[in-house]
């Protein structure tokens, strides 16, 4: 089993949310760290812990992400982090899985699972043996604790309650011996 870490330059997570029920507003966490065990052969085994700094939500507008950082959604101040730790794998195919773990927003614990595809590995040109990895799920977020909203005049609610999470992971290889 090897052990792999995020490289953060060349990875993304991303999120997008129904906004006054008929356009999307898409976001990213800037800063967020991740290490995965894994091994191709016995993508059963693997392991993936990730931790993201919820202070780092970015959608492209100062105040909206100002508010997301408030009380009124992610409350930086007392909740400074969203954690992902898987808790089991089950292999699809070769390259697809879902991978089922406790994803923790805003101090709430929920079971997600992520559809998972490896996309290959290869060695970049400074050696390093690189993998890539894309997931994705969706979540409900009034189940963790996320629930602000405004009502619309026209009917209906400012924001969705459900939220769209897109990763797109290139993860370097540690080298046998070399620190986690």
């Known amino acids: 089993m090897a052990t792999w870490n995020v ?3 060349h990875s993304g997570v991303g999120f997008s949310v129904k906004h006054m029920m008929f356009t999307t507003v898409r976001g990213s966490f800037d800063e ?11 993508p059963a085994d693997a392991k993936v812990n990730a931790t993201i700094q919820a202070a780092s939500v970015d959608t492209g507008a100062a105040d909206r992400d100002n508010h997301l950082r408030s009380a ?7 909740y400074p982090t969203l954690t992902f730790s898987s808790t089991r794998v089950e292999p699809k195919s070769d ?3 879902t991978v089922y773990g406790d994803l923790t927003i805003h101090g709430v614990t ?7 595809t490896f996309l ?10 690189v993998g890539g990895f894309a997931a994705s799920t969706s979540i409900n977020r009034e189940e963790f604790g996320l629930t602000w909203n405004q009502a619309l005049e026209t009917g209906g609610v400012l924001v969705s309650k459900d939220i769209k999470i897109e990763l797109e992971i290139q993860a370097a290889k540690v080298a046998e011996g070399e620190a986690v």
């Open 7 to 9: 490289d953060t330059a």
């Open 32 to 42: 967020f760290d991740a290490t995965i065990e894994f091994d191709p052969s016995n």
């Open 72 to 78: 009124d959604f992610f409350d930086v101040e007392k």
């Open 95 to 97: 390259t697809e899985a």
């Open 110 to 116: 929920k079971e997600v699972p992520l559809n998972v």
């Open 120 to 129: 290959g590995e290869g060695v970049n040109p400074w050696g390093q043996t």
